[in-house]
């Protein structure tokens, strides 16, 4: 089960949440992960992202709003086992 702060994916206003564009590399920085498990999160449809172009090996991009559906993604996880 993969395990991060919460509190380090929201601005300092709470109500807003963060609207930037991330690579695979500093999304993952920002929940304090590994490159492979935010690609990983991909494939399985955890977190949305979009690719630069129609080339398979083109890089990811991710929506800094993609934070709340992981939190989401992780309480619902975390409801199911109790």
């Known amino acids: ?3 991060f702060n919460m509190s380090i994916l929201y601005n300092n206003d709470m ?3 963060d609207e930037n564009i991330y690579t695979v590399a500093e999304f993952a920085k920002k ?5 492979r498990t935010v690609i990983n999160w ?3 449809g955890i977190i949305l992202a979009f690719r630069l172009s129609d080339n398979a090996k083109s890089h990811y991009r ?6 709340d559906r ?3 993604y992780q309480l619902q996880k975390e409801n199911i086992k109790h």
């Open 15 to 17: 109500d807003e949440l």
């Open 1 to 3: 089960m993969v395990y």
């Open 70 to 72: 992981l939190i989401s």
């Open 42 to 44: 991909i494939k399985k």
């Open 62 to 67: 991710i929506k800094g709003s993609e934070v």
């Open 31 to 35: 929940t304090k992960t590994d490159r």
